[in-house]
């Protein structure tokens, strides 16, 4: 049986459009709000909802989403309230992917054969777990695969050919191609190189190919959406929930409908990339 993440990007081909993957923080800036704004991304466009486990040391991320986390934590979020939140979630939608992003130490914490089956009951369908190299598939990857739960590798500039087919190895749902190097949010994706790395990369594998980092506004995914089977926003929305939070840090009332009407023009621009 194919999971929501093989099921949506089959649709999607046949639809000839890309995908729209949209990141947020789990519990960011409280577990309320961030369930409200998970439960309105798929009516706002998104098509695979990617969400951050709030870790107290995330190396790969830029300020944006450093900020969310911390605000996450300081708000109480947990792994367990994160699981929840997707339980909720499914509650009322059973279709749309979800992947958890992160890092390894919440996971080897709360015990990896414990995470996979709260995780999958939960309805989480794939992880991207990005200190975990292809070397260590023993620790997560394999488990996760034989959980009937999606991991997907991340491939960046840097990946030559030598290198590419360890990280495709146990890769499952897509790809993940990091489209500029450093941390999160840090610069803008080049369309141009964006392709060219695509293409290697499709060449080595059937997956579907999605692109994320440096990706911030309806214009850069309609760019990216070209090229890829797929693109992801994240530190530009984390930097939406911030811009609408109130002198205190609390949501404020616009907050929620701010989120969804800047995601529903980040999709457009996914949704009619390929038109233009």
């Known amino acids: 049986m194919s999971s929501r993440i093989e099921q949506r990007f089959a649709a999607l081909k046949k639809e000839g459009r890309a995908a729209f993957v949209a990141f947020v923080t789990a519990g960011d800036p409280d577990l309320d709000t961030s369930l409200a704004i998970i439960k309105g991304l798929p009516d706002a466009g998104t098509d695979v909802i990617e969400i951050g486990m709030p870790f107290t040391d995330p190396m790969a991320e830029g300020p944006p989403i450093q900020a969310s986390y911390q605000r996450a ?12 939140l997707v339980r909720q979630f499914r509650e009322g939608n059973d279709d749309t992917p979800i992947i958890l992003m992160g890092y ?16 999958k009951s939960a309805g989480v369908d794939g992880l991207i777990i990005v200190d975990l190299p292809a070397e260590e598939d023993s620790e997560l990857c394999l488990p996760s695969l034989k959980a009937g739960i999606n991991f997907i590798r991340l491939a960046t500039p840097t990946t030559d050919e030598k290198r590419l087919p360890t990280i495709l190895k146990n ?15 840090a610069a803008a994706a080049e369309a141009t190189g964006v392709a060219e790395a695509v293409a290697r990369i499709k060449a080595a594998t059937e997956l579907p190919v999605i692109v994320g980092f440096g990706i911030k506004t309806p214009q850069n995914v309609a760019a990216i959406a070209r090229h890829a089977d797929g693109a992801v926003v994240g530190s530009a929305i984390v930097d939406c929930i911030k811009d609408n939070l109130d002198q205190d840090s609390t949501a404020s009332s616009g907050l929620v409908p701010a989120v969804l009407d800047f995601v529903k023009s980040l999709a457009a621009g996914v949704h009619t990339g390929r038109d233009k």
Request: aromatic share 16%.
């Open 104 to 119: 390894y130490n919440p996971v080897y914490h709360y015990g990896v054969d414990k995470f996979l089956a709260d995780a």
């Open 171 to 185: 890769t499952s749902g897509f790809v993940y191609y990091v489209s500029v190097k450093g941390i999160t949010g």
């Open 73 to 84: 934590l300081k708000g109480g979020q947990t792994m367990r309230k994160t699981l929840e």
